[in-house]
């Protein structure tokens, strides 16, 4: 009997993202798919979650990019196959606004504006708040609503928000919000002690 890994899904690929990412997993002491980091995906799901099994311990952080795609594009493609497949617990989604053409938007549980702060409301790819409560704007969060999934978290353009979120600075806001999830989830309950941060895995 195979171990569910517990992921964290991520709708955004560029190299912003990828350096906010690896940086928040190794805070954390989880792992990041590096390879994942795409503009739009390359990866499908099943090498996704072959690379997930290989990852020596959990939290893993997997990214996921349409890049302005119409509808289901390759990334989210992937990120269905990944959230459900048998083997994968998803502890999370961290819905990435953009100012995408097509105007897709997901629902969201809460968001995070670009100071931090827990918003009932929708941001927009800078972090400011939107007019409309739990609802965020992206190109990678068509397919969000069909999942069943403990939390979706709105968060802005990870590693950018007008540089509220460098990882220059620790990506304060991506950071945030991972650590949102991983609380939500239960994760920190089923793990005793603190988790030490160890080097992400470079798949």
């Not at 617990?89 to 953009?98: C, M, P, Q, R, T």
């Not at 053409?101 to 708040?129: A, M």
């Not at 069943?148 to 460098?166: F, N, T, W």
Request: proline share 5%; hydrophobic share 35%.
């Amino acid at each position: 009997m195979s171990i569910r890994r517990r992921v964290i899904l991520v709708t955004d690929g560029d190299e912003y993202a990828q350096k906010a990412i690896e940086h928040v997993a190794f805070e954390i002491g989880g792992r990041c798919i590096s390879s994942s980091q795409s503009n739009p995906s390359k990866l499908t799901g099943p090498e996704l979650v072959k690379l997930i099994k290989k990852t020596p311990h959990d939290p893993v952080l997997v990214m996921f990019d349409d890049s302005g795609i119409v509808g289901e594009g390759a990334g989210e493609n992937a990120l269905k196959y990944v959230a459900l497949h048998e083997d994968i617990e998803v502890l999370g989604v961290i819905a990435v606004a953009a100012k995408s053409r097509h105007e897709e938007w997901s629902k969201i549980d809460v968001g995070i504006d670009r100071n931090g702060e827990l918003t009932p409301y929708g941001v927009d790819k800078f972090g400011i708040p939107e007019l409309e409560i739990g609802r965020i704007n992206g190109d990678t969060v068509y397919c969000l609503d069909e999942l069943d999934v403990p939390i979706i978290v709105g968060v802005g353009d990870i590693g950018k928000m007008a540089r509220h979120d460098s990882y220059k600075i620790g990506s304060p806001i991506t950071k945030k919000a991972v650590q949102l999830i991983l609380e939500r989830s239960g994760f920190y309950d089923r793990n005793t002690g603190p988790k030490m941060a160890n080097p992400q895995i470079r798949e």
